[in-house]
C-alpha cells in the first residue's frame, strides 16, 4: 500500500502562489506517475498536472499551463506543485494521486490518493 500526505494548501488572494506538497510512502513502483488533480463543488475531478518518475516529464491540464509548475524529488519521493498567478476559480480541494497508468490525465488511471488539500483563493 501507498501513502500520499499532502501540505500546503490554505487561503490565498487572487494573483498569489501556493506550493502544494505530496510525500508518498510505502510500496512504490519506479515507472509510476504522480499528479494532481482537483475538485470544486459539485463539480468532477479535474487534470491539473502529473509528472513520471523515469522521465521527469511534465504533463499539465490546460488550466495549468503557465501558471502551475510540477516537480518531484526521487530521494524524498515527493511531488510539488508550485501554483503561481492564482484565479478564483482555482478553488478547490486538491489531491495528489500515484499510479503506473500511462494515462496520466484521468483520475481512473491512479491506485492511490491522498486525503486532499483545500485551495481558496478570493477575489
Known amino acids: 500500500q501507498v501513502q500520499l500526505v499532502e501540505a500546503g494548501g490554505g487561503l490565498v488572494q487572487a494573483g498569489g502562489s501556493l506550493r502544494l506538497s505530496c510525500v508518498a510512502s510505502?510500496?512504490?513502483?519506479?515507472?509510476?506517475?504522480m499528479g494532481w488533480f482537483r475538485q470544486a463543488p459539485g463539480k468532477e475531478r479535474e487534470f491539473v498536472a502529473a509528472?513520471?518518475?523515469?522521465?521527469?516529464?511534465?504533463y499539465y491540464g490546460d488550466s495549468a499551463k503557465g501558471r502551475f509548475t510540477i516537480a518531484r524529488d526521487n530521494a524524498k519521493k515527493t511531488v510539488y506543485l508550485q501554483m503561481n498567478g492564482l484565479k478564483p476559480e482555482d478553488t478547490g480541494v486538491y489531491y495528489c494521486?500515484?499510479?503506473?497508468?500511462?494515462?496520466?490525465?484521468?483520475?481512473?488511471?491512479?491506485?492511490?490518493w491522498g486525503q486532499g488539500t483545500q485551495v481558496t483563493v478570493s477575489s
Open positions: 494521486a500515484a499510479g503506473s497508468s500511462d494515462i496520466v490525465a484521468m483520475a481512473s488511471a491512479y491506485d492511490y
Open positions: 510505502g510500496r512504490t513502483f519506479s515507472d509510476d506517475a
Open positions: 509528472i513520471r518518475w523515469l522521465s521527469n516529464s511534465p
